[in-house]
């Protein structure tokens, strides 16, 4: 996962990447712009930190 992570940070800095990813640490180690979709629509994005504190986010994923 880190030589993962790695790769992707330099990749990162000369292209666009996307992730798509459930391990929310792995999202962490990236640190970068997270967006999440529910039924193909955008329902939250922002930091890791910003997303998981999101409402509707909870209500949907985190069941919290």
Not at 6 to 27: C, G, Q, S, W, Y
Not at 29 to 48: P, W
Request: proline fraction near 0%; glycine fraction near 4%; aromatic fraction near 4%.
């Amino acid at each position: 996962r880190e030589q993962t992570t790695d790769i992707l940070v330099r990749a990162a800095k000369t292209r666009a990447v996307v992730v798509v990813e459930h391990d929310m640490e792995f999202v962490r180690r990236l640190n970068c712009k997270v967006t999440v979709l529910h039924q193909g629509s955008v329902l939250a994005e922002g930091s890791l930190d910003h997303v998981t504190k999101n409402q509707d986010v909870i209500d949907v994923y985190l069941g919290r």
